[in-house]
């Protein structure tokens, strides 16, 4: 079969533009260093289209090209990069948003952070009957989706900007959070296993614990990718939050011992119980939630 044809054919090389590129990040994230003949192997497609791939990876801060190669970013600057995230797990992020969404009710003031997640929720909202709502946020994506919102009360929080994140941290941003208190918090962070989260950036964190002091009920929302891993540093206990939403993709025995700590809400992806559904939840455990 010839190359063209490869990239015709059911194969890997059928993939989308982003989708390829995610699967070469994730392929050069794993392996270290790659070639660029095996990446295109791959995927199925032609060298010269793995070198475009790779050209606008490195231009995100994702990759590092050398000659004939390419190397992974470390991981606290490739999981960071909001490009990247953006790209990543968009269908698990959607219906976590859309499980999520039925934790806000009419009038709520919601604080909503930085993750690719939250601004996934903040697409939807208002949801039909939640109007009005006063939403809080530090990410500047979430902001431009409510300038034009007439029946959203929007407040952002400032702090030193951010071109990884796109959004406002340092001590500025963690004063504004601390000075307010708010019905709903909901995050997402990089890393959790069976009893605590974490990211591996220090200011991040500092921000989010922030946050969730500042609200009556917390939120955590994950993709399963982020699930059974650790990060640098601490973030909180998975027993603070009041509610956990994940996608389908979670492993079991893991799931179970989530729901011994917090009340924890599955979203699912496919078609059982239509888009966004939710099952299984579960409020036991020791902190009374």
């Known amino acids: 079969m010839t190359r063209t044809e490869a990239e015709k054919g059911p ?6 533009q982003e989708s390829r590129r995610q699967f070469i990040a994730e392929r050069v994230l794993e392996h270290g260093t790659v070639t660029v003949t095996w990446l295109a192997a791959k995927t199925g497609v032609s060298v010269m289209t793995v070198h475009r791939d790779l050209d ?3 231009r995100r801060g994702v990759l590092r090209r050398f000659r004939g190669g390419v190397s992974a970013q470390p991981s606290s600057v490739f999981e960071s990069n909001l490009d990247y995230r953006l790209g990543v797990h968009v269908a698990e992020k959607e219906a976590i948003a859309r ?4 934790l ?3 009038g709520m003031s919601v604080m909503l952070d930085d993750s690719t997640t939250a601004l996934a929720l903040a697409r939807l909202l208002p949801e039909p009957g939640t109007a009005p709502l006063t939403v809080l946020t530090n990410a500047r994506r979430v902001i431009d989706v409510f300038t034009e919102r007439e029946d959203v009360r929007l407040i952002g929080l400032g702090g030193e900007y951010s071109r990884t994140h796109d959004s406002f941290l340092g001590m500025p941003c963690v004063e504004a959070v ?8 909901l995050v997402s962070t990089s890393a959790m296993n069976a009893r605590m989260t974490f990211h591996q950036e220090q200011d991040v964190v ?3 614990r922030a946050m969730l002091r500042s609200g009556t009920r917390t939120a955590l929302l994950m993709d399963h990718s982020k699930l059974a891993r650790t990060a640098l540093h601490r973030l909180c206990p998975v027993a603070d939050f009041d509610h956990v939403v994940l996608d389908a993709g979670v492993e079991p025995r893991l799931l179970a011992e989530l729901r011994e700590q917090t009340d924890v809400r599955v979203a699912e992806t496919g078609s059982a119980g239509g888009p966004g559904s939710t099952r299984g939840t579960s409020s036991t455990g020791s902190a009374g939630k």
């Open 178 to 185: 601390e000075a307010l208190s708010v019905d709903l918090v």
């Open 104 to 106: 806000i009710e009419p």
């Open 206 to 208: 500092l921000v989010k």
């Open 56 to 58: 606008e990876l490195a």
């Open 11 to 16: 194969g890997p090389g059928a993939r989308s």
């Open 99 to 102: 499980a999520a969404a039925a």
